[in-house]
């Protein structure tokens, strides 16, 4: 298998992880709710997550990040993570997916 087929395959075990990290106020994981700007995966399997919250204060953060760091560790192929919490862009609701939205009655 190629290392593009293998970082493809990685990528999508890891967000499949990532969509069951829920913030606990809202019934939609982080992924869906598009707080996950970017998943960066080296050829060792180091991955770097780049996140942000709904909001800057918001009191679950600490929480949140160590459920996603927690349950990428577990996916199998991923050798180290960081995760880098950003507020750089801002969140808004237009970034989250269609299905999230419907879940939250915005459509």
């Not at 050798?79 to 939250?104: G, Y």
Request: proline share 7%.
């Amino acid at each position: 298998m190629s290392e593009t087929a293998q970082s493809l395959i990685l990528r999508e075990r890891i967000e499949a992880a990532l969509r069951t990290v829920f913030d606990p106020e809202i019934p939609v994981n982080v992924f869906d709710l598009g707080l996950v700007y970017g998943i960066d995966i080296s050829d060792e399997g180091n991955v770097k997550v780049t996140m942000t919250l709904t909001a800057p204060a918001c009191p679950a953060a600490p929480e949140i990040l160590f459920d996603a760091e927690s349950k990428i560790r577990e996916v199998e192929g991923v050798a180290d993570v960081h995760m880098n919490l950003t507020f750089d862009p801002p969140w808004t609701k237009d970034m989250m997916s269609e299905e999230a939205k419907l879940e939250l009655g915005f459509l």
